[in-house]
């Protein structure tokens, strides 16, 4: 019997409970940001390790109804869901609205394995990763699994021949990454994507476009703040605990960095990190003792980003020369009672950009604050524009018209690895006590990782 099969055996309903406390104060969050029409999920957790269908929380907004049919289109490309959380509140409907097909749904239990599949449209439920895997029918893999289980579960369906989408952050470290980086690299002809559904909106697509023509000038600095009220306020899960991947870096962080890299094609040429966390402990569901909370609930983040190739860059963006960069400060807070805020303000020698995720809209002004270019949302940009773009991006690229340029503003397992060396730098300098760390290696020297 696999190690994970093992440990999934040894959950227990305490654990289980532990994760539905974890979920309940995200949920403040996520009806904060997406407004009534949000859908509550539950999470299924261990006390020690996140359990398999613990996932990424979900921030469901109204362009996901699942009550909207989905279209009938022969030949369309069929996912399967490995995850019960944002993958089946979020992944399932947005998908079902671009005429994917629901081939497959995981839990760690059969029964509700088959529940998921009978109740969200699936052809068929699974308790076993490796099985569902080897379902002949399914074209794509989407992992949204807590971190812990990303690496094993994407090589899994990488091995089996399927495309892969995994949720962020890539992997729980570097060297959990550096194998995914690996097993893509040893099935060139799949794709393996990060599910950085922001790429695919119009929210960032369109500043980035204004920053390639040179609209605001040269970039000066960034400023991004991000917060989450009370999440770590309801007892003690995987989601505050570093080692198992929880936390404010890895959650919100993960996706900051890979925005910055798409808007700017830059890299993180420098960190300085406080990583803290401001609650001390919180009551263990099964023990009813208080237990530490080892994950970060705040951070204050700088960065110096710079081009990705000195050789090629883009001087409307970064200037002159070959030594140019621009500072960047990220503030990200999982704790008190401020409203729910995701924003980044971007500065430049002639005018400036806007972007508010909880929106899903943006800005583009010139010196004298006139708006140059609008993008109006609707709802937080993860749950509704964000995901509803990825899915028609993933039918196109593998239902009846095979067109994979389609992903071509998708980040990469290239672009994931990237990030998880910054991640793991951010930790890095936080545990000297804010010193500065360069990353592992540039995003173009996979030659020397892999």
């Not at 699994?145 to 949720?167: N, R, W, Y």
Request: include cysteine; charge should be neutral; charged fraction near 20%.
């Amino acid at each position: 019997m696999r190690e994970e099969q093992k440990h999934l055996l040894a959950c227990t309903a305490a654990g289980a409970a532990a994760g539905l406390a974890a979920f309940h104060l995200y949920r403040q969050y996520a009806l904060a940001c997406a407004g009534p029409s949000a859908r509550d999920t539950t999470a299924e957790a261990t006390p020690t390790k996140p359990s398999p269908s613990s996932d990424r929380k979900a921030t469901a907004a109204s362009s996901a109804k699942a009550a909207v049919p989905p279209k009938s289109v022969e030949g369309a490309a069929t996912v399967a869901i490995v995850g019960t959380g944002w993958g089946i509140k979020v992944q399932t409907p947005n998908f079902k609205q671009c005429g994917i097909r629901l081939g497959a749904v995981y839990s760690r239990d059969p029964q509700r394995a088959s529940e998921l599949a009978k109740q969200h449209g699936f052809e068929r439920g699974y308790s076993d990763v490796k099985e569902l895997c080897e379902n002949g029918k399914v074209d794509v893999v989407s992992v949204v699994t807590p971190v812990s289980f990303h690496c094993d579960q994407a090589i899994e369906a990488l091995a089996a021949g399927k495309h892969v989408l995994c949720d962020k952050p890539m992997a729980l470290n570097a060297a959990e990454a550096e194998k995914m980086m690996a097993a893509s690299r040893a099935h060139p002809m799949q794709v393996a994507i990060m599910d950085h559904e922001l790429r695919f909106t119009p929210m960032l697509q369109v500043p980035r476009a204004h920053l390639q023509k040179g609209t605001i000038g040269v970039v000066k600095y960034v400023e991004v703040l991000a917060t989450m009220p009370d999440a770590f306020a309801g007892g003690w899960t995987w989601w505050v605990d570093r080692e198992a991947g929880g936390g404010a870096w890895g959650a919100l962080g993960s996706h900051l960095i890979d925005a910055l890299r798409f808007l700017f094609d830059g890299e993180v040429e420098s960190i300085s990190a406080h990583m803290r966390s401001l609650t001390k402990t919180l009551k263990d569901k099964e023990t009813k003792k208080d237990k530490p909370v080892t994950a970060d609930d705040y951070a204050s983040i700088q960065i110096r980003l710079v081009p990705s190739n000195a050789k090629t860059l883009n001087e409307k963006i970064w200037g002159p020369g070959q030594h140019q960069s621009a500072e960047v400060h990220i503030t990200l807070a999982m704790v008190g009672q401020a409203a729910p805020t995701s924003t980044m303000l971007v500065t430049g020698s002639k005018g400036s950009i806007t972007v508010d995720v909880n929106s899903s809209s943006s800005k583009v002004l010139d010196a004298k604050q006139k708006v140059v270019a609008e993008v109006k949302g609707e709802g937080n940009a993860f749950g509704t524009t964000g995901t509803r773009l990825l899915g028609e991006a993933l039918q196109k690229a593998f239902g009846p018209e095979k067109d994979r340029s389609a992903l071509d503003a998708a980040a990469q397992f290239e672009d994931g690895l990237a990030v998880q060396y910054v991640l793991d730098a951010g930790w890095e300098s936080s545990d000297q006590g804010g010193a500065k760390v360069t990353p592992k290696v540039a995003a173009t020297n996979w030659a020397a990782v892999v």
